[in-house]
Nanobody
Framework: QVQLVESGGGSVQAGGSLKLSCAAS?????????LHWWRQPTGKGRQLVST???????TYADSVNGRFIISQDNAKNTLYLQMNNLRIEDTGVYYC?????????WGQGTQVTVSS
């Protein structure tokens, strides 16, 4: 059974930093075609924040480019999102997702709240 568990969310003031983690079980991140971080602001749709692929490419939404860094540690089977210089508009529930064997797997999400 595949399970993705996010952690590291919390409340922070604007300009601060957080590092999110996504630990996987039942699935090896090194075998996934792509790994993603999404977020969902309250009352809005889900937004793709960042992607890393097994080809070694990484992409970011324009709104986070230069502030967020996606990375993975295959030995720990964990995906990370380092978030720096956080803004109020970064507030939302953050989800990790993995694309493997023609399926998407999702975590349950972790709340990030940025205040002024």
């Amino acid at each position: 059974q595949v399970q993705l568990v996010e952690s590291g969310g919390g409340s922070v003031q604007a300009g601060g930093s957080l590092k999110l983690s996504c630990a996987a079980s039942g699935l090896n991140f090194s075998n996934c075609g792509s790994l993603h971080w999404w977020r969902q602001p309250t009352g809005k749709g889900r937004q793709l924040v960042s992607t890393t692929t097994n080809a070694g490419t990484t992409t970011y939404a324009d709104s986070v480019n230069g502030r967020f860094i996606i990375s993975q540690d295959n030995a720990k089977n964990t995906l990370y999102l380092q978030m720096n210089n956080l803004r109020i508009e970064d507030t939302g529930v953050y989800y990790c997702a993995a694309y493997y064997n023609f399926r998407d797997y999702w975590g349950q999400g972790t709340q990030v709240t940025v205040s002024s």
